[in-house]
């Protein structure tokens, strides 16, 4: 016993110890950098004459806005930005064109697509865009077919995979049987196909003619634009890219099939071109003053997955009601602002906070539109209904309508570890949730019945949000995803276009195309959030520390803390 105590007492001193040590190293990082950030007097310059402004793609450009008192990130910007800048030095005399860095590229289909746009009218400047790049994949070389020149290193090292597409899906139902864990997997939507690799060895037929149709219509848009661009001959060059003759190649071989411009080296194309100033797009201010109206739209971000309640994981990117709905009072309360944009780009998430979000866009009395990012699928879709327009563009995945629930049950692996679990219930349906109790048929039916529910309420709310016969909402709900192209035809959006067309179709609206600034609202964290943040594997430390006293495992209980609950329990 002697011992035992012994043990116990220094595993809290351990753990004590390293709590405490946490805590300082955590204050110290956030007094340098706040006495960083005060000292730190450096401030951009307008741009200098021939000046070339460079975009590295390697680099994430977000679809949201977040500040913070610390100022971590700011020197990035996101992605409404950087197509904001590339607008504007368009009629800046002192930018003398755009230099494009395309390895480790982070832009989705969707965002080339919208660059891709905002690129097209820079040329209208008779200015240069350069793309360069020593590793091609697909994305990269449709985002430099938007370019003047395309230069690759002559170099049989370099890297260029160009073809169809692969997608390689893990099934887990081997494993978790394996493990002792049994997944019950309950969906409303034939094509709601989310959670079944744990409970399938492979795919189900409706969930890959679902991805395929996806696939191929997003392959179809890669060679039209690919070839568009490059003034290529559609059948040669997708016969081109599925005979494999692009995959493990080097850069020669793209030159030789002039989807490249020329083979050099980036010194020397640079001082062909007399390229001397070269700006981080982050770094650049115009040398000219922009105008700014009174009249204002604001943007307000929808980016990452829906919750109820905020994620203590600094590096998440969750959307939840409170954090949401304060941004979005801010635009409704100021009255320059005539107009809001909401940019999702959300795969969904909770039932109940997508469907406070949706009523709090309802209520907004300004016009709201939506312009959907690379994805706005089941809760993201959700809130989108409240708007009175939708734009996506033709990349864009949407619709997923419907309700899917997943409940492990861990039974089998406790036995094996040698836990015995013992419950105490009171009530029909107390364990519905419970992480061990069997999955019946009754349990089972009862969450598919609350499902139901959830469902019908989401079918409801696409047909008034878009005026639509609810057969016909029916008809093309079930779980299915669409592209943005297909969502138009099924009436899931108005329009096919990207932020910009999104914003100047609200300006020309309210008839203030002539004369009207755009402002993002931001998302603000503060210093308590941000510490909590930091602290986060303290959290686990202090619950083992709790752990090593009876008491405070009593306590723990009572405060159902240590109640087995579902791990998840997502309905869209």
Wanted: proline fraction near 3%; glycine fraction near 4%; charge should be neutral.
């Amino acid at each position: 016993m002697f011992l035992l105590n012994w043990i116990l007492s220094f595993f809290k001193f351990i753990i004590r110890e390293i709590s405490s040590m946490i805590i300082k190293f955590a204050f110290l990082i956030i007094l340098i950098v706040l006495i960083f950030n005060y000292f730190d007097k450096t401030k951009k310059t307008p741009i200098t004459k021939k000046s070339y402004l460079k975009i590295d793609l390697s680099k994430e450009f977000t679809e949201t806005l977040v500040q913070n008192p610390l100022n971590f990130n700011s020197k990035n910007i996101n992605f409404y930005q950087l197509l904001n800048s590339i607008s504007i030095s368009k009629n800046d005399n002192n930018v003398e064109g755009l230099f494009i860095f395309l390895d480790d590229n982070t832009l989705t289909r969707t965002q080339i697509s919208e660059l891709g746009e905002v690129l097209n009218e820079f040329k209208t400047s008779n200015k240069p865009i350069f793309s360069y790049g020593a590793m091609l994949d697909n994305n990269s070389l449709l985002l430099s077919s938007y370019s003047n020149e395309v230069i690759m290193p002559p170099a049989a090292s370099t890297a260029v995979n160009i073809t169809g597409y692969n997608k390689d899906i893990p099934y887990f139902k081997n494993l978790t049987e394996k493990l002792g864990i049994d997944v019950t997997v309950v969906h409303v939507g034939d094509f709601k196909t989310f959670g079944e690799n744990y409970t399938r060895d492979q795919m189900s037929e409706e969930n890959r003619s679902d991805l395929k149709r996806i696939l191929d219509k997003s392959y179809s848009f890669f060679i039209e634009d690919l070839a568009k661009n490059l003034s290529l001959d559609q059948n040669s060059l997708n016969s081109l890219v599925l005979s494999g003759d692009l995959m493990g190649e080097s850069s020669s071989t793209l030159k030789e099939n002039k989807l490249i411009s020329s083979l050099k080296y980036l010194e020397d194309f640079k001082k062909e071109k007399e390229i001397e100033n070269i700006t981080e797009i982050e770094n650049y201010i115009p040398s000219f003053k922009e105008n700014i109206s009174n009249q204002k739209i604001a943007i307000v971000y929808a980016d990452g997955e829906i919750s109820y309640t905020a994620s203590k994981n600094p590096t998440s990117s969750v959307i939840t009601p409170d954090k949401f709905i304060s941004a979005l009072n801010k635009a409704s309360e100021d009255d320059s602002i005539k107009g809001i944009v909401i940019r999702v780009n959300s795969p969904g998430g909770s039932a109940l906070a997508s469907d406070i979000i949706c009523n709090s866009i309802k209520n907004v009395k300004k016009p709201v539109y939506v312009s959907i990012g690379s994805v706005a699928a089941s809760g993201g879709y959700y809130i989108s209904t409240a708007a009175k327009k939708i734009f996506a563009d033709k990349n864009s995945i949407t619709g997923s309508i419907g309700v899917v629930s997943l409940i492990p049950n861990f039974k089998e692996l406790t036995s094996k570890v040698g836990v015995n679990v013992n419950d105490i219930s009171l009530g029909k349906f107390a364990d519905l949730y419970s992480l061990t109790s069997p999955m019946t048929p009754e349990r089972k039916e009862k969450i598919y019945s609350s499902n139901l529910k959830v469902y019908h309420e989401f079918l409801n709310k696409v047909a008034y949000g878009r005026n639509l016969p609810l057969n016909e909402v029916e008809n093309i709900a079930q779980g299915k995803i669409w592209l943005g192209e297909e969502a138009i035809n099924n009436g899931l959006i108005d329009s096919i276009g990207g932020i910009n067309k999104t914003i100047k179709t609200l300006a020309k609206d309210l008839n203030i195309n002539d004369n009207y600034s755009v402002i993002e609202v931001p998302y603000e964290e503060d210093l308590k959030s941000m510490f909590e943040a930091t602290l986060l594997p303290i959290q686990t430390l202090f619950s083992l520390k709790l752990l090593t006293n009876t008491k405070n495992i009593k306590t723990l209980i009572e405060n159902e803390e240590m109640f087995f609950k579902p791990l998840l329990y997502l309905s869209f």
